[in-house]
């Protein structure tokens, strides 16, 4: 085992005792790390627990950076879309049908084609 690291040498011939065990010791606790970490790649279900942990982060993380967005938006709409006084500009629902109209005419644009 210890050809393969040679960061750490075999004690000598004419080792001690306890410098023997001392070896054996940080092998054993090598040994017990590599197994750990092997059973961790191994351990699926806490790894696809982990990686679904993870996935939630990230996505509520999207959902809370939206969100604040989107509020935003709405104040700019609301801002843009009435006058001073709160009343709907009339610009708003021609801008809307016209919108309404786009959207359907590339609807049934693209069922033709």
Sequence with gaps: MNAADPGRPEP???ASVDEIQKDIDATRG???E???ALSAKLDVKHQAKQKIDD???VIADKVHT???KGSD???HVVDAATDDEGS???VVPIAAL???AAIVGVLIWRRRH
Excluded: F, M, W, Y
């Design 88 to 90: 709907v500009r009339p």
């Design 55 to 57: 996935t939630k982060n």
């Design 98 to 100: 016209a919108l309404i």
């Design 34 to 36: 590599t197994v750990e």
């Design 12 to 14: 000598a011939s004419d």
């Design 66 to 68: 939206v969100r604040s």
């Design 30 to 32: 090598e040994l017990g």
């Design 73 to 75: 938006v709405g104040s």
